[in-house]
């Protein structure tokens, strides 16, 4: 059992913090009351950003001393919304949210994962037709080795979660958020997750 905050309490994150709970793991979820984050994330030992990723940045930069030493898993984009309240362009070009993170919380272990699917594909990767791919990006070996034991709670199997390698290459996945309008528009709101076929 493993003590987890959830920052956001939208579809996002109301979706781990469930699933999460499901699985074994003492989970609570930070409301919007004042102090309730920095309480929520004090006790945790690995804390997820389920947060809007256009205000994730200055919302815990500002839990940085009740991050430290912590795991920050970032499953957040970063992006700018057309008229239609879809994903129209990111706010970090040439970077992304989760370096960003790391930079500011530079005594946080950040991990970037389960950004490049739908949400529902988050804690249920085998209702998919096809086999779906998570993608791991962080500068902490044994972090993302933390994360990729969670994920196996949710149901991800070793071999459809991928480290990509350093907390740079998160570029890479957020910029996949780029498709997600489109295939929303082709589609609907179906399930799917991007994944590498091999």
Known sequence: MTKITVLGNGRVGGNLATALTRAGHEVRVADRTPGAAAEAARTAQIVINATPGAGSLDR??????????????????????????LPAALIYPGSSLAEQLQEALPETRV????????????????????????????????????VR??????????????????????????????????????????????????
């Open 149 to 198: 034991e969670l994920l196996s709670t949710l149901g991800w199997r070793s071999e459809w979660i991928t480290d990509l390698g350093g907390i740079h290459t998160a570029r890479a996945t957020e910029a996949a958020i780029l498709f997600v309008p489109h295939i929303i528009r082709s589609n609907g709101l179906a399930p799917f997750a991007i994944t590498i076929a091999r």
């Open 60 to 85: 815990l930069a500002a839990l940085r001393e009740e991050l430290r030493g912590k795991i920050l898993i970032d499953v957040s984009n970063a992006t700018v919304d057309g008229p239609d309240g």
């Open 111 to 146: 991990v970037k994962t389960l950004n490049t699917m739908l949400f529902p594909v988050m804690t249920a990767p085998a209702t998919l037709t096809q086999t779906p791919e998570a993608f791991l990006s962080g500068e902490d070996p044994q972090a993302k080795q933390t």
